[in-house]
């Protein structure tokens, strides 16, 4: 019996008609290193040796004429065309699933897709999303944590939730929150490098700075004045995570939103009077704004991300130092506490 497919692909795109021609092996051997996040691990996984999980993925890359993963230190990344590989596959091993236990689409869970940058996808969205979806155990949910902005208009994904306004205007939009930017370094570098009082400072600091999509890069002029970057910036990344824990290790003093005072006592702020403004914008497929899992899901991104109940997120500054009351608020402590180490707030800079 054939596999029928539920996502709608462009029936013209040349790369649709070569998908077609993988077989069901192949699709599911590219899952399986997908899911692995290298061949190396991939080659443990399935089992196979890693000469033959290269040339394997070798073979779909020459089938489809196209590079699928670019391999980078800290594992694989998709190429535009890898993950539109991807989501044929899944929906390809779905659709088997369905046939193989005699369900139909409709008894499937709902599918909800949301792209998200990553420090708010892995910091922030993650431990609420786990409370989301046991109120809405009937939704499959698909949370991509990465700073590249998706298609939202063309691609597969429902929501968006990025840093920068949609480039096409007529993109269904709606701005959800904002995200305040600020110094800040670890008590073992403070120790060891002292505090500064202004970007005058910055010679005799160390700087960790994040290079990726939707961070502002030219920006850095303004953090550092007139002091010389290549002498200042010690330590560059393009993962917002791995920017996290250089700063969070003693590293150096990096921008990071202030809501990491409110997860974390590993970093305090350093006040030199910069702040940095980033509007928060969530986008919606055309294709599914009218579906009730999209609304149920706005509803629940804009009460994530409302100022009232959550002041980093306020359109108006507010300074770490004035977080305790919503810190210690059950919502934060429930949801957070593997991030939190203490409350003490004895020596805040």
């Not at 539109?84 to 088997?96: D, F, I, T």
């Not at 990726?212 to 002029?221: G, H």
Request: proline content about 5%; overall charge negative; hydrophobic content about 40%.
């Amino acid at each position: 019996m054939p596999v029928s497919i539920e996502y709608e692909f462009d029936a013209h795109d040349p790369l649709w008609q070569k998908m077609k021609a993988i077989g069901s092996k192949e699709l599911d051997f590219f899952l399986d290193l997908i899911d692995a996040g290298s061949i190396r691990a991939c080659a443990a996984k399935v089992p196979l040796a890693v000469k033959t999980v290269r040339g394997r993925l070798g073979r779909l890359e020459d089938l489809l004429g196209n590079t699928l993963v670019l391999r980078r230190n800290d594992g694989l990344r998709l190429t535009d065309s890898g993950l539109q590989l991807m989501r044929y596959s899944r929906e390809v091993r779905l659709s088997r699933e369905r046939l193989q236990s005699g369900q139909t689409a409709d008894e499937t869970p709902r599918a909800l897709r949301i792209a998200v940058t990553e420090g708010l996808g892995t910091f922030w969205l993650m431990p609420r999303l786990v409370e989301f979806h046991e109120a809405n155990q009937d939704l499959r949910v698909e949370l991509l944590c990465d700073m590249r902005r998706v298609d939202i208009e063309h691609g597969d994904y429902d929501i968006a939730i990025q840093l920068e306004a949609p480039a096409v205007p007529s993109t269904t939009h709606t701005r959800i929150g904002t995200l305040h930017v600020m110094p800040f370094a670890a008590d073992r570098y403070l120790k060891s490098f002292g505090t500064p009082n202004s970007v005058d400072d910055w010679p005799e600091h160390r700087l960790v700075w994040q290079e990726a999509d939707q961070v502002a890069s030219t920006l850095l002029p303004f953090f550092i004045g007139q002091t010389n970057p290549d002498k200042l910036i010690t330590i560059t990344t393009n993962s917002s995570s791995a920017h996290f824990r250089a700063i969070a290790t003693g590293g150096g003093i990096g921008l990071l939103p202030t809501y990491a005072r409110a997860i974390s006592r590993k970093v305090r702020p350093v006040d030199i009077k910069v702040h940095i403004r980033r509007e928060i914008w969530c986008l919606i497929n055309p294709r599914r704004v009218h579906k009730p899992e999209i609304a149920l899901s706005i509803a629940w991104l804009k009460e994530s991300f409302s100022g009232e109940t959550y002041p980093w997120f306020h359109d108006r500054f507010v300074h770490p130092r004035d977080f305790e009351g919503s810190i210690s608020s059950r919502d934060v402590i429930n949801l957070f506490e593997g991030y939190i180490d203490g409350l003490d707030t004895a020596g805040d800079v």
